[in-house]
């Protein structure tokens, strides 16, 4: 299993800082950028889709600090109801898919996008309860009228072009849990699946090493994100987890995205990493670092030695004693 980091927070950084930073920690894999919130620095998409020099260049830049490339990212809302808005997500997402075809990359890491609530909306509408009863028509809506057609034709593009798309759960995206994953990915093919985000499944309650066997047993992880999260209680207590206070504004808020290690402690992360192997995965673990009380150079070294120690570096042997 690898340690990966998505290079977003090095974005000051050129290709060859970033890389040759990332090497020297020991990473084994990036996750690039190229497109929506995690913009492109360190893949400008438009200017190597399509570049077999371009591309070579980039490739030789990772065999030279021993990396790969774990997934393209991209993460935008396809399904928003401005239409420029969702064309623009729509391009970046299909490109993204294309240009990771073309890198021989197996994954693009994306958001499910979130509908207006009818119509003739203009906003997107996370629908959290089925009552009053409009929050119902319009959560159906959403996945009938809307994602299941959009989803189930940007997965033929990602069949015909062999490449796994991930979804990571996010509140404010239609897919927020593991239950819509499997949903969507039941209502499209094997190339939808999970980008597998701890970070924002541990304030809605979820349990981290359930959410893993649901979806593991469904053949439906594509990808991981190495990210934790802090919940604290005091706030919580007082006005729920479901927190509008700025991130800036840490003291007030109920949860905080934290570095690996601050949110949950390393017993932790090794349950997490002996789950994924139970069911399956043996791939990447992607540091995303987006922790407001340290730099992401001190949280991305932090995470490293937390899941270095974690991680296994062998595959399992015989079980001997078992015969």
């Not at 985000?197 to 994100?225: F, K």
């Not at 922790?291 to 937390?306: I, P, R």
Request: charged share 25%; aromatic share 8%; with cysteine.
């Amino acid at each position: 299993m690898d340690i990966g980091v998505l290079t977003v927070p090095l974005g000051g950084q050129s290709r060859e800082e970033a890389f040759s930073y990332l090497a020297d920690l020991g990473v084994g894999a990036v996750e690039l950028g190229c497109g929506g919130a995690p913009g492109d620095d360190h893949l400008p998409r438009g200017e190597f889709l399509g570049d077999e020099a371009a591309q070579s260049d980039l490739l030789n830049l990772l065999d030279e600090h021993d990396l790969r490339i774990s997934a393209l990212a991209t993460h935008n809302n396809p399904l928003h109801p401005g239409e420029e808005h969702a064309e623009e997500a729509d391009t970046e997402l299909r490109e993204a898919i294309e240009l990771a075809d073309e890198l021989d990359v197996g994954i693009v890491t994306c958001f499910s996008g979130l509908p207006a609530g009818g119509p003739n909306d203009e906003t997107p509408n996370w629908i959290t309860a089925p009552w009053p009863t409009e929050h119902a028509d319009a959560h159906e809506y959403q996945w009938e009228e809307v994602a299941i057609p959009y989803w189930q034709d940007l997965a033929e593009h990602a069949a015909d072009h062999d490449v796994d798309v991930a979804i990571e759960m996010h509140p404010n995206m239609l897919v927020y849990e593991p239950h819509g994953m499997a949903r969507l990915r039941e209502e499209t093919n094997e190339y939808i699946g999970a980008n597998f985000d701890p970070s924002h499944l541990y304030w809605q309650g979820i349990s981290i090493t359930d959410a893993i066997r649901y979806l593991g047993e469904r053949d439906a992880i594509h990808h991981v994100h190495a990210k934790d999260t802090k919940v604290y209680e005091e706030q919580a207590r007082e006005k729920g987890v479901l927190d509008t206070t700025p991130y800036t504004d840490e003291p007030n808020r109920s949860w905080l995205f934290r570095s690996i290690g601050y949110g949950h402690g390393e017993s932790h992360w090794k349950d997490v990493v002996s789950t994924l192997r139970m069911v399956g995965y043996d791939d990447v673990l992607s540091i995303e670092h987006e922790d407001s009380l340290t730099s992401a150079n001190e949280g991305l070294e932090k995470a490293v030695d937390v899941l270095d120690r974690a991680v296994f570096e062998t595959t399992p042997g015989e079980a001997y004693w078992a015969e």
